[in-house]
């Protein structure tokens, strides 16, 4: 079975800068797969490439086998895959609940929405705030309804971006949970996150992004220790 996510050889420049330098990496059914890198390594770029929101210059993506280099973001959502964003993209002025009901219309249609978005209500601790406004709600829960949104769709491939920051430590560790949860589903989780602890406890392989070119990936015990991945944080300090 061919990986849920291939990503080969990556090229995307803004101007004369390449933000992404030749970028790869795999994702696979029930994994959680972490993508780290210094402020600017070019980690969201990566996910507006496999989500179809930029083309790259070259290099392909393949969902399940599928060549979708050139497929638009609504085909892609058709094939399984849904994101969320480092800068929330929620319906400010619906509901909680509405924003999850959006999700679960385009995974299945309004037949079965209704339930689906309640369920994740539940799931999510989020019913105490069903009806309100999403964008009254604090950054935390707010992110959580962005992954509620994303999850209601039932997507095979689920990109987060920095989906913790702005949650407190409870939240956090809920949130771990939530993602093991999902992966052993069967979903293919990537996950861009700063939070190192959430990454090294959830993650099944993590890649690191340096200047738009992947200098390390493995397991979280390995890159923990790998001298080029520690040298490419210091240098951001
Ligand atoms: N639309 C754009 N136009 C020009 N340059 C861009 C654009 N988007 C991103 N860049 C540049 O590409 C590089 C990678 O940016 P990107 O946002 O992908 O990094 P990142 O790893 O997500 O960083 P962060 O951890 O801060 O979110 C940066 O140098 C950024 O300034
Ligand atoms: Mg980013």
């Known amino acids: 079975m061919p990986s849920l996510l291939r990503v080969d ?3 995307v420049a803004f101007g004369g800068r390449k933000a992404l330098d030749g970028a790869g990496l795999l994702a696979e059914r029930g994994q959680v797969t ?13 996910f507006d490439v496999v989500c179809g929101l930029r083309r790259p210059q070259s290099g392909q993506v393949l969902l399940d086998g599928r060549d979708v280099t050139r ?10 895959l ?9 319906f400010g002025r619906l509901s909680v609940r509405d924003n999850l009901l959006v999700g679960a219309e385009l995974g299945s249609g309004r037949r079965r929405a209704g339930q689906i ?15 309100d406004v999403a964008d009254t709600l604090p950054t935390g829960s707010a992110r959580l309804v962005e992954v509620g949104r994303a999850l209601a769709a039932q997507p095979a491939l689920l990109l987060l971006d920095e989906p913790a920051a ?10 771990a949970s939530l993602l093991r949860a999902v992966a052993a589903e069967g979903t293919a989780v990537v996950l861009v996150e700063h939070d190192m602890s959430l990454v090294m406890s959830v993650c099944d392989q993590v890649y690191v992004l340096d200047l738009g070119k992947i200098i390390s990936s493995g397991p979280p015990d390995v890159i923990r220790r790998d ?9 951001e300090a």
């Open 9 to 11: 050889d990556v090229t």
């Open 34 to 46: 972490g993508l780290i890198g210094p402020n600017g390594a070019g980690k969201s770029t990566l």
């Open 71 to 80: 497929s638009s973001p609504t085909r892609r959502a058709r094939y399984g």
């Open 82 to 90: 849904a994101r969320t964003f480092q800068r929330l993209e929620l």
């Open 117 to 131: 978005a309640d369920e994740l209500l539940e799931r999510l601790e989020l019913t105490g705030v069903a009806g």
């Open 166 to 175: 702005g949650q407190d430590s409870e939240e956090t560790e809920r949130f």
């Open 227 to 235: 001298e080029t991945v520690l040298a490419a944080y210091l240098g």
